[in-house]
Nanobody
Framework: QWQLVESGGGLVQPGGSLRLSCKVS????????IGWFRQAPGKEREGVSC????????DYLDSVKGRFTISKDVAKNTVDLQMNSLRPEDTAVYYC????????????????WGQGTQVTVSS
């Protein structure tokens, strides 16, 4: 049974940091892309960062480049998103998702989703 479980969300002040973690089970992380997506109230879901399967290619949303870093640990079956210099506009529910051969970091290409974790950036 495929399962993705996010953790690490919370409330942080602007300029602060959070580390999100996605624990996957039921499939081999090595063969799949894993992405982090977010959805703010009233907005469409968008791809924040995605990491490729074997070659480990990494894609980032322009607005998070230089602030967020995606990484994966195949042995632990986890994909983390380190978020630094957080801004109020980063506030959203963050989801991790898996896909076999997606075209980059488009939500529609991802088939398996976690339940999400809330990230709130506010003073």
């Amino acid at each position: 049974q495929w399962q993705l479980v996010e953790s690490g969300g919370g409330l942080v002040q602007p300029g602060g940091s959070l580390r999100l973690s996605c624990k996957v089970s039921g499939f081999q992380l090595f063969y799949y892309w894993i992405g982090w997506f977010r959805q703010a109230p009233g907005k469409e879901r968008e791809g924040v960062s995605c990491i490729g399967s074997a070659e480990g290619r990494k894609d980032y949303l322009d607005s998070v480049k230089g602030r967020f870093t995606i990484s994966k640990d195949v042995a632990k079956n986890t994909v983390d998103l380190q978020m630094n210099s957080l801004r109020p506009e980063d506030t959203a529910v963050y989801y991790c998702a898996a896909a076999y051969n997606p075209f980059g970091c488009m939500p529609a290409d991802y088939n398996y989703w976690g339940q999400g974790t809330q990230v709130t950036v506010s003073s």
